[in-house]
């Protein structure tokens, strides 16, 4: 029996083992199996794999940065996002990847306009290094936000102003994650309109408070869901390679 697995923390709220197991049943296979493992210790990674015989891992938050020195082998683009979403064991040692940028790249593009616009990433961490990484090669310029030194913006800089002229905003954040659905980056969000794509890479709860209060201004939305099969995807072709 094969055995993967999703590794963060918290990490309960998952979809990864319903959507792997359903994968599984689809294409027939019997010998895999899919779990998701709280890891409060990124240190513990080798003693989890090596305890539970896993073939391959995704990794959430808050871990996509952090087992970056626990990984023996990077792929050209994880060295360049710096960021792990999937890892692959073979004899013994652990190679990493991000399919991250592709589920992002391939959900987004049916609702991007044709004009060009600009971008705002809500966020700095793990996820947000593989939207950047797409909106470059979609040739797309964007803008972080965050309360940390290393963005461009920090929330008190967002004015109406910069929100209009940014049409795709993207929040990387945890915020309005299942169970503080209540909360959201806080921006004016009077100033979005009909032409701003709203994306959020949570998927539970379906509509996060990011997107509802997007939504009451009119503006396209689109929640992590897609995102997450597309990549997860990706990471068994990976996984089976």
């Excluded at 470059?136 to 290393?150: D, H, L």
């Amino acid at each position: 029996m094969k055995k993967y697995g999703v590794i963060g923390f918290p990490v309960r709220h998952s979809m990864s083992p319903a959507y792997f197991t359903e994968k599984f049943g689809l294409l027939g296979v019997s010998d895999c199996q899919y779990a998701a493992y709280e890891l409060a210790n990124i240190a513990d990674i080798k003693k989890l794999i090596v305890q539970e015989n896993l073939a391959g891992i995704n990794v959430t938050v808050p871990h996509k940065q952090t087992i970056i020195p626990f990984l023996d082998h990077l792929s050209e683009a994880a060295k360049t996002i710096k960021a792990v979403n999937t890892v692959t064991v073979k004899n013994g040692l652990l190679y990493g990847d991000n399919t991250d940028y592709m589920g992002f790249s391939s959900s987004i593009r049916e609702l991007l306009p044709t004009e060009k616009i600009q971008a705002l990433i809500f966020g700095t961490g793990g996820s947000s290094l593989a939207v950047r990484y797409a909106l470059i090669q979609m040739g797309i310029p964007y803008k972080s936000v965050s309360r940390g030194a290393t963005a461009d913006f920090t929330y008190d800089d967002i004015t109406p102003r910069i929100v209009h002229d940014h049409k795709l905003l993207i929040n990387t954040t945890p915020l309005g994650m299942f169970p503080d659905i209540g909360t959201c980056v806080t921006i004016p969000y009077d100033a979005i309109g009909e032409t701003h794509v709203c994306y959020d890479l949570i998927y539970t709860p379906e509509e996060t408070e990011f997107l509802r209060r997007s939504k009451e201004s009119g503006a396209r939305l689109k929640n992590g869901l897609e995102m997450l099969k597309t990549q997860a995807d990706h990471a068994w072709d990976i996984w089976n390679s």
